[in-house]
């Protein structure tokens, strides 16, 4: 008996080892075809990879080689505690790998850790569906190709936060079937803990599919107990619990974001697609122009396809597992069909672009239900059958292709939300239909024409084939990046950004106002992240984690912001750079950067009267920096004086496609100092703006939206003309040109840097602490502090402690004594206590639950 398990088991594990091998040996191919990095010059400077994951991922290679690590950075936009950014992005234990490459070679460690985890999906499902029948088949590993390669794969392997997932899903639904069979719990327990701490996001969907397959599985069960619910549920909250150390906190930051919030417009109960879901069954049914915008990437092969098929005819299968089964599928199908249940997956927020993120569970149950019929023995079936599910399949796919154009007539005018998806994907790829039509011909023929050795063989060779096809396809049209030009430009910025770091541990941030890698970028590179790439501390920040009211208060304070994941530094003025403690601007060149100090530095905080605290931002940001200028140090006359319009003339132009009307504007300026123009309604183009002969586009494209246009410095009494477009007639009207008056500002500038804060930060490991000296007076008993409010900072004041405020809306301010002050500001991850004392908690009752469970008899 020793001897047969100890051969079985060399087989599960031969089986395992050559998934794994011929997945990676796929997935390299696949890459070098492209000549993706390390096998070409191409690297993955695309989409999210090249505007997030990359610049996290250095910053992790930055914190794990040089042993840094904090719990609240100043690297992404003003600072915000790092734990909800680790448990969405940076969790999965693959990431070790960037510690083994460059800096300037992180590109190609992301192509790494992607072929591994491909590679590892592949094995751990070949592991499942061994376990899950009972069999050594090597037909195993083909079908487990079906899901390392499936359409959610393809899409979106570049998000490869998300594929631990899928390496994760099929030791937790083993773990299931032990707990139905065996009455183990322990498999279950830890790997969905290991899928909710890896990306807390996905797990929470694993948890989600956990309740599905194990409703399933206990409905055709001749042996199903009450029990084993009560086993299920309290595994499942266990598990929950244990991950609380992550769960925890980042829960907590999360609602600090954007999506804290949820839109009920995402909660309706209406359809998300149509019948274009049969289309993506086949190869190339979509590709990277429409990663943003695409039905649910069902694909899994024509063979898997044709065996779920299979197996709902299957007269050896008994009905009760056949409903299962499509009660199952049924389910999956309607969480991505139905819009609320489609929200509900998805963390009750609707995803902004890369859609029904939740699709691969869809995938892996057809896997599933095809490696049954597959055992059943699809040659069984009736002869009708064996002709006419290849021609219902091939129909299916034919009509998915051709209902888009129909029902782009059919929505434009009653869905925004639909016209702007069948947009997206009305360009279909006959070629590629043409190409499913003969892999079904031939997946058919081998099928059910062909003996079972001949068969498995050929079948082998087809799946490979498609399932690469499918991948290359949906490679199509990406927007490669340059790896020698980023690992060139990469180690000059990275020189040139090292200057402006002081080395005495001075904290104040740095406005670089370009970069040298986006030269590496096809598509454009707009620096978001570039203060994680190079260890700097910056203004601007891009990721899910971004937290919502300090985006919000640098909008009011005339920051560009894209949407609710982006803020950039476009908008900052001397105003600005004072509030936010921007000490120096850098402009980097090939041959050295140019590194001036900024108008408006004093410092990270200052004494302030207490009137700041009264000051309420608004949408007008020239409006908002006035009145904390008042604030400040009030005057008779504005700090901000606007320009006088002298006339105004506007021409339609009917050819133009969205900016008709174009003003030429003449104004005088009132004052010395620079100039702003703010267009509240944000209806302006900028791309084209102009003072005169010169134009002042910004750095970004931020046509159609708000933010502060620098126009230029000019002298009182000088007439400025100003060209731009809008989209009406009467924008010259509406938009305000201001001048912040030098001389004022300056006089400000010098009153309040005589109670300014220089802080420093201290070298403590995992806590972030900054200490610093101020002077307060009965005038001025509040410190202002360039950081955002956060109820993890924990204040003294000369030892003793005292609680921070909010200011303007998403900034701090602590109170002051009269005299000297030494300010120590300590941070503690909200709820990170909490969460660790759960998990302690959650992870010892399951340990000994569990341990009491076993010693128990059981009952019969």
Not at 345 to 355: I, K, L, S, T
Not at 378 to 398: K, S, V, Y
Not at 726 to 732: D, E, G, N, Q
Request: contains cysteine.
């Amino acid at each position: 008996m020793n001897w047969l398990k100890k051969t079985k088991r060399y087989f599960i594990w031969r089986n395992v080892g050559l998934a794994w091998l011929l997945a990676l040996g796929i997935i390299v191919g696949i890459f070098w075809i492209n000549q993706i990095s390390p096998f070409g010059n191409q690297n993955l400077l695309m989409s999210d990879m090249g505007t997030q994951y990359i610049p996290l991922l250095t910053a992790l290679r930055h914190a794990l080689v040089y042993r840094v690590f904090h719990m609240y950075t100043f690297s992404q936009s003003l600072g915000v505690s790092v734990v909800p950014t680790l448990a969405y992005y940076l969790m999965s234990p693959f990431n070790i790998i960037v510690v083994g490459f460059s800096a300037a070679n992180v590109p190609m460690a992301a192509s790494l850790i992607i072929m591994l985890k491909v590679a590892t999906i592949a094995a751990t499902m070949t592991w499942f569906l061994q376990r899950h029948f009972q069999t050594t088949q090597k037909m195993t590993v083909i079908f487990a190709l079906g899901f390392s390669f499936c359409g959610f794969v393809a899409m979106n392997y570049f998000d490869l936060m998300w594929l631990d997932a899928l390496i994760i899903l099929p030791l937790m639904t083993d773990g299931l079937d032990q707990l139905m069979t065996h009455r183990r719990l322990a498999p279950f327990f830890w790997w969905l803990l290991a899928g909710i701490i890896t990306n807390y996001y996905l797990g929470y969907m694993l948890g989600l599919f956990s309740l599905c397959y194990f409703s399933c599985r206990w409905l055709v069960s001749s042996t199903a107990t009450w029990r084993q619910w009560g086993a299920f549920a309290g595994t499942v909250g266990l598990s929950g619990m244990s991950a609380a150390i992550i769960l925890v906190p980042t829960g907590l930051g999360m609602l600090q974001t954007a999506k804290g919030t949820a839109k009920l417009l995402n909660f309706r109960v209406v359809p998300t697609f149509g019948l274009e879901f049969f289309n993506q069954f086949g190869i190339g049914a979509s590709d990277y122009r429409q990663r943003l915008m695409h039905a649910p990437t069902v694909f899994v092969s024509s063979a898997v396809v044709l065996l779920v098929l299979v197996y709902v005819v299957h007269p050896n299968i008994e009905r009760r597992q056949k409903y299962a089964v499509i009660g199952l599928l049924g389910v999956l199908f309607l969480s991505m069909w139905i819009q609320v249940l489609n929200t509900v997956w998805h963390f009750m927020q609707a995803p902004a672009g890369f859609p029904f993120r939740n699709v691969f569970f869809f995938s892996f149950v057809c896997v599933m239900v095809a490696f049954a019929a597959w055992q059943a023995g699809p040659q069984q079936i009736p002869r009708h059958w064996q002709w006419g599910l290849p021609l219902i399949q091939a129909g299916l796919l034919a009509a998915g292709s051709a209902s888009i154009g129909l029902m782009l007539r059919l929505v434009r005018g009653h869905s925004h939300e639909l016209t702007q998806y069948y947009q997206a994907i009305q360009t279909i790829h006959w070629g590629s239909v043409i190409g499913a039509w003969g892999f079904i011909l031939a997946m058919g023929v081998v099928i059910f024409g062909t003996r079972r050795q001949l068969q498995q063989g050929l079948l082998a060779l087809l799946v490979v084939a498609e399932v690469s096809g499918n991948f290359i396809l949906a490679m199509r049209h990406t927007k490669w990046g340059n790896q020698v030009a980023y690992q060139q430009a990469y180690r000059v910025e990275n020189q040139q950004m090292g200057q402006i770091n002081d080395p005495d541990g001075q904290l104040y941030r740095v406005q670089n106002e370009n970069t040298l890698i986006n030269q590496a970028y096809q598509s454009t590179y707009n620096n978001y992240n570039d203060s994680l790439l190079f260890n700097f501390h910056g203004v601007t920040g891009y990721s899910s984690t971004l937290n919502e009211t300090t985006r919000v208060t640098l909008a009011q304070l005339g920051l560009y912001s894209d949407n609710v994941r982006r803020i950039s530094a476009v908008g900052l003025t001397p105003v600005t750079t004072m509030l936010l403690g921007v000490k120096k601007t850098v402009r980097l060149t090939r041959t050295g950067s140019l590194i001036k100090p900024t108008e408006g530095y004093i410092g990270m905080g200052f004494a302030v009267p207490a009137a700041l605290q009264q000051v309420q931002l608004s949408s007008d940001a020239l409006q908002n920096q006035e009145q904390i200028l008042q604030a400040l140090l009030p005057r008779q006359t504005p700090y901000l004086t606007t320009a006088k319009l002298l006339n105004s003339q506007v021409t339609h132009v009917p050819t133009a496609k969205m900016y008709k009307y174009h003003h030429r504007v003449k104004l005088r300026v009132m004052t010395n100092g620079w100039t702003y123009l703010w267009a509240p309604s944000g209806k302006t183009k900028y791309t084209t703006m102009r003072v005169g002969t010169r134009y002042v586009t910004p750095t970004m494209a931020m046509n159609g939206q708000t933010g502060l246009i620098k126009l230029g410095k000019f002298q009182a009494g000088q007439t400025v003309t100003l060209h731009f477009a809008a989209t009406y007639p009467i924008a010259a009207y509406h938009i305000r040109v201001a001048t912040l008056q030098q001389r004022a500002f300056l006089q400000a500038k010098r009153v309040l840097s005589r109670q300014r804060l220089s802080l420093r930060t201290t070298g403590h490991h995992w806590q972030t602490q900054l200490v610093g000296q101020v002077n307060g007076t009965t005038q001025r008993r509040q410190l202002y502090l360039s950081l955002p409010f956060d109820t993890g900072w924990r204040v003294t004041v000369n030892g003793q402690s005292v609680a921070g405020k909010r200011v303007l809306n998403g900034l701090m301010a602590i109170p002051l004594q009269t005299g000297k002050n030494r300010v120590v500001l300590t941070y503690h991850v909200p709820g990170g206590q909490l969460g660790a004392m759960l998990s302690i908690i959650g992870i010892g009752t399951f340990i000994l639950g569990n341990w009491w469970r076993q010693r128990r008899p059981r009952r019969p």
